[in-house]
């Protein structure tokens, strides 16, 4: 069974109105894996400081492994002030800088990624040049490289992207970043040209983009297939695309088909929607009750 999953980047407090939530995209897509039942651990860090022990304390409440965390004597734990006045379009305000943006390279987590069956990672993680460093050395493994664009302005730059692109093999990015995405390459703003730009320039195999409370469509040797998604009572959409990407991980390490995957990935998406904060807990049968009419 193929069910070893390694995740690179961020975790943080998430400073909300009603008080901090423990997120961070990665650090949401290793929760949701080890909840679905894969084997996930993070690579990250956090500060020597008192944040810092309870996001280690929530992850071990989790019973996520916490040995390819660092702790950083010299930076602080990582926290983001979020506005939520709009509910389905969230803002961030991202310190800088933080624990997470000197993670360093080890024989540890090289090898932990070496013996993985798939490997994620983003953009806001490598933000600054020492976490950039250890991830391209990271990245030379031919692990299956899962790209989560996830572009948080003003922390992305293209010519890192476009590195990061040449070591991917899954590409998921939302409808706003493929506008992004198609501004910078040149290419028309639909999702037949810019997936064929990055089909063709890039090594990847597939390629996925969420369009919210529309669904999802997957691009894959220039056929597409699509899903609308389930329509849910939104409480919060933080971590709703993290969820989603777990989901869409875990069918297809599991080999299912693009429709199956989908299917189950807008499920999880939706789920997490309905629930306050981006790391509920649930179980599978939580999660098909989203499809039940």
């Known amino acids: 069974m193929r069910d070893q999953v390694i995740i690179f980047g961020e975790m943080l407090w998430d400073c909300l109105p009603t008080g901090p939530v423990a997120g ?27 944040d810092g022990e309870k996001l280690l304390d929530f992850l071990r409440d989790f019973g996520l492994p916490l040995n390819l965390i660092q702790t950083k004597a010299d930076h602080e734990t990582s926290r983001v002030l979020v506005d939520t006045t709009d ?19 080890s024989p540890e987590n090289d090898k932990a990624v070496e013996e993985a069956d ?18 391209i050395k ?26 990061l692109l040449g070591f991917t093999d899954v590409l998921k990015i939302n409808e706003d970043e493929m506008e992004i995405f198609a501004d910078y390459f040149g290419t028309e703003p639909s999702v037949n040209s810019i997936c064929g730009y990055l089909d063709q ?7 996925c983009i969420t369009q919210g409370s529309k669904g999802a469509l997957i691009y894959q040797k220039g056929e597409i297939f ?19 990407l777990s989901g869409f991980i875990k069918t297809y390490l599991e080999e299912k088909n693009p429709k199956e995957i989908l299917d189950f990935a807008c499920k999880i998406g939706g789920f997490v ?14 999660i098909e009750r989203i499809g039940e009419k």
Do not use: C
């Not at 798939?118 to 991830?135: C, D, H, I, M």
């Not at 320039?201 to 390629?207: A, D, K, Q």
């Open 273 to 286: 929607a309905t629930q306050k904060g981006g790391t509920p807990r649930y179980t599978e049968a939580d």
């Open 201 to 207: 320039n890039f090594p990847m195999e597939i390629i």
């Open 226 to 244: 699509s899903h609308s998604g389930y329509k849910v009572k939104v409480q919060d959409s933080i971590g709703a695309g993290d969820a989603f």
């Open 87 to 105: 509910p389905e379009n969230i803002k961030y305000n991202i310190v800088s800088p933080v624990a997470w943006d000197f993670i360093e390279w």
């Open 24 to 50: 961070g995209a990665p650090m949401n897509v290793a929760l949701n894996l080890h909840q679905l039942g894969l084997n996930s651990s993070l690579i990250s860090a956090v500060g020597d400081d008192e």
């Open 138 to 163: 990271l990245l030379q493994h031919p692990t299956l490289r899962i790209f989560d664009a996830n572009l948080r302005p003003p922390y992305y730059d293209f010519e890192v992207i476009e590195t």
């Open 118 to 135: 798939a490997f994620v990672f983003g953009t806001l993680g490598v933000r600054n040049t020492q976490s950039l460093k250890t991830l």
